[in-house]
């Protein structure tokens, strides 16, 4: 665990791996935020992820990245741009297919370094936002100039066996209030100690803010065949950084 914040280059490890961009379309001024999925064949998913990001409500300039990581033709990926290519949204839109098959960290690293907004959300092919998402993320991302935002939608009753665990005695007056602040669905900092307690965001659609993250490292690809990836990139920015946890179902 002692690991897990190092800073390390996980970018330089893909940089001989070129990212072709097939697909383009140009939106209306400079994006604040890039909402980015990484893909890899599944277009029959990713349409309802597409169709997640053109629905956004709010006043701000967004675009949408996808970088495909199946280094083969993929027509249906291709139909489906060409279907929203003239569509009534202005956002602009871009479309790369990754020459090599980088992997699962290498993609989300490579989202991160291809984006032009501030902002990069990560979006899975088989997510959804919900369409008050960069409305009621994007505010507090700027007002608290953290690194990483993330919801909160596991089970309650989870975090209250674990704040009664005797383990935990010493530390039961953060849990609580932690516990508070959740029920309220009030945003706050996630603090390093609770990372001992089980409290991180809910794994997916975290707003990140990109020169931070791309300065942290990015994503560790290696931590894969553990299944942690997601935990340690969280990690290193609540130990050097910030994270902030919004307690409100924004994405599915």
């Known amino acids: 665990m002692q690991e897990w914040y190092e800073v390390i280059d ?3 490890k893909f940089e001989k791996i070129e990212s072709r961009l097939i697909f383009e379309r140009k939106g209306d001024g400079e994006p604040e935020v ?15 992820a597409v169709k997640s990001v053109l629905g956004q409500k709010g006043e701000y300039t967004f675009e949408l990245l996808i970088v495909d990581d199946y280094p083969f033709d993929d027509c ?10 003239n569509d009534e949204h202005k956002i602009g839109i871009r479309y790369y297919r990754n020459k090599q098959n980088m992997g699962m960290g290498g993609n989300w690293n490579r989202c991160l370094e291809l984006a032009r907004g501030k902002w990069v959300i990560l979006l899975h092919d088989d997510d959804m936002l919900c369409d008050n998402y960069i409305e009621t993320v994007l505010p507090i ?5 953290c690194s990483l935002v993330g919801t909160f939608s596991y089970q309650m009753n989870l975090l209250e066996r674990s704040a009664k665990d005797a383990f935990y005695t010493k530390k039961l ?3 609580k209030k932690v516990l ?13 100690e609770d990372l001992l307690h089980f409290i991180q965001p809910s794994p997916g659609c975290w707003m990140i803010h990109r020169e931070k993250n791309i300065h942290l490292g990015g994503y560790d690809a290696s931590r ?24 409100q179902f924004l994405f599915t």
């Open 224 to 247: 894969l065949k553990n299944g942690l990836i997601d935990g340690p990139f969280n990690f290193k920015n609540t130990y050097h950084e910030k994270t902030i946890i919004i307690p």
């Open 76 to 85: 249906e990926i291709e139909k489906l741009l060409k279907e929203i290519e």
């Open 180 to 192: 508070c602040d959740l029920r309220k669905g009030r945003a706050f900092e996630l603090k390093k």
């Open 173 to 175: 007056a953060r849990s």
């Open 10 to 12: 996980n970018f330089s």
């Open 34 to 48: 890039t909402v980015a999925i990484p893909a890899y064949k599944r277009a029959n998913l990713l349409r309802d």
């Open 141 to 145: 991302a700027e007002r608290t100039n």
